[in-house]
């Protein structure tokens, strides 16, 4: 099960906004709509940030979006603030194994 | 407010066993599948094992099948995750997590298993 493809990093300036893409198959991605996003700070838990492709759980700021296209999706983060520099993770679930597949991680710096 | 509290993680030698639990509260536990994810150090997240409401379906990452097994306590609202046969590699932070849509909605601290002589 290979991991999904993130870039390895990404940075934008305070206001600005930056997008993370996340790449897979018909056989995670593609083929469900069961993308999820996850912020994790240097030395902490990992926090969920988008479900379902698109959907953000209470408490989230509405700065983050997500997105899907065929086999491939996204995280925007608008209006970058600096608590916002963090590693991003993305998943899929997966119909070949059940559990899911995350990305490498993408590093964001607020610049 | 959703909890979940692993512990049992520590040093173990190479061919060793560990068993790790996680304590849920602020859910009703017996509703919700529940996951173990884990990060090496300076690695990513890989999904280590997922376990249905009911402990009847339980599926597994090919690096760990046939060494772990995920079971559940749902009179006590507590995750297990008994790993045997440790190798170097299964070295990370175990995180235990309510799961749900398929993703890992709420999550512990984690608790650091370190596989060395």
């Known amino acids: 099960q290979s991991a999904l493809t993130q870039p390895p990093s990404a940075s934008g300036s305070p206001g600005q906004s930056v997008t993370i893409s996340c790449t897979g198959t018909s056989s995670d991605v593609g083929g469900y709509n069961y993308v999820s996003w996850y912020q994790q700070h240097p030395g902490k838990a990992p926090k969920l940030m988008i479900y379902?492709?698109?959907k953000r759980p209470s408490g989230v700021p509405d700065r983050f979006s997500g997105s899907k296209s065929g086999n491939a999706a996204s995280l925007t983060v608008s209006g970058l603030q600096a608590e916002d520099e963090a590693d991003y993770y993305c998943?899929?679930?997966?119909?070949?194994?059940?559990?899911?597949?995350f990305g490498a991680g993408t590093k964001v710096t607020v610049l | 407010e959703v909890q979940v509290l692993e512990s049992g993680g520590g040093l173990v030698q190479p061919g060793g066993s560990l068993r790790l639990s996680c304590a849920a509260s602020?859910?009703?536990?017996?509703?919700?599948?529940m996951s173990w994810v884990r990060q090496a150090p300076g690695k990513g997240l890989e999904w280590v094992s997922i376990i249905s409401s009911s402990g009847g379906t339980t599926y597994y990452a090919d690096s760990v099948k046939g060494r772990f097994t995920i079971s559940r306590d749902n009179a006590n609202n507590t995750l297990h995750l008994q790993m045997n046969s440790l190798r170097a590699e299964d070295t990370a932070v175990y995180y235990c997590?309510?799961?749900?849509?398929?993703?890992?909605?709420?999550w512990g601290q984690g608790t650091l298993v370190t596989v060395s002589s």
């Open positions: 379902e492709v698109n």
């Open positions: 602020g859910f009703t536990f017996s509703s919700y599948t």
């Open positions: 998943n899929s679930y997966s119909g070949s194994n059940n559990l899911g597949v």
């Open positions: 997590a309510k799961r749900s849509s398929r993703a890992a909605t709420d």
